[in-house]
């Protein structure tokens, strides 16, 4: 049928331009200014907690996924301290620094994955 070869084409070309890791790669860079707020942000008692914000990421061949977290924690260590300090105890008030991360960076985050995704896909217009 006339056209479905073009478009088969430009479908496989597609798939190859937003490839998991060409995702992920975005995603990591779009998420960085969450992760140096959160750093510049978080109550810093001896640094460990601010020393562990970082930014993790997965991709598959077609399906990528970034997040800012806490890492390289053991039991009852510095992720538990990020908790209090994010959400208080009861003898202690909270002093959010992802939260309010996310909050001050959401626009430029997203105005980062806009821009790369159509960086990919401006050659298919």
Same mark, same amino acid.
């Given at each position: 049928? +006339?056209?479905?070869?073009?478009?088969?084409?430009?479908?496989? *070309?597609?798939?190859?331009?937003?490839?998991?890791?060409?995702?992920?790669?975005?995603? &990591?860079?779009?998420?960085? +200014?969450?992760?140096?707020?959160?750093?510049?942000?978080? @109550?810093?008692?001896?640094?460990?907690? &601010?020393?562990?914000?970082?930014?993790?990421?997965?991709?598959? &061949?077609?399906?990528?996924? @970034?997040?800012?977290?806490? @890492?390289?924690?053991?039991?009852?260590?510095?992720? *538990?301290?990020? #908790?209090?300090?994010?959400?208080?105890?009861? /003898?202690?008030?909270?002093?959010?620094?992802?939260? +309010?991360?996310?909050?001050?960076?959401?626009?430029?985050?997203?105005?980062?994955?806009?821009?790369?995704?159509?960086? #990919?896909? /401006? +050659?298919?217009?």
């Amino acid at each position: 049928m +006339p056209g479905i070869d073009d478009l088969d084409t430009l479908l496989e *070309r597609l798939g190859g331009a937003l490839s998991g890791e060409q995702l992920e790669a975005l995603l &990591r860079r779009a998420v960085q +200014p969450t992760a140096e707020h959160a750093r510049t942000h978080v @109550a810093v008692e001896t640094g460990e907690v &601010r020393d562990a914000i970082q930014v993790t990421s997965h991709h598959t &061949r077609s399906r990528a996924t @970034a997040s800012v977290e806490v @890492a390289g924690s053991t039991p009852g260590g510095v992720a *538990r301290e990020a #908790i209090f300090l994010e959400f208080g105890t009861s /003898k202690m008030a909270a002093e959010p620094f992802l939260r +309010p991360a996310l909050a001050a960076t959401q626009g430029e985050v997203a105005n980062t994955i806009a821009a790369g995704l159509a960086g #990919i896909l /401006k +050659p298919f217009e």
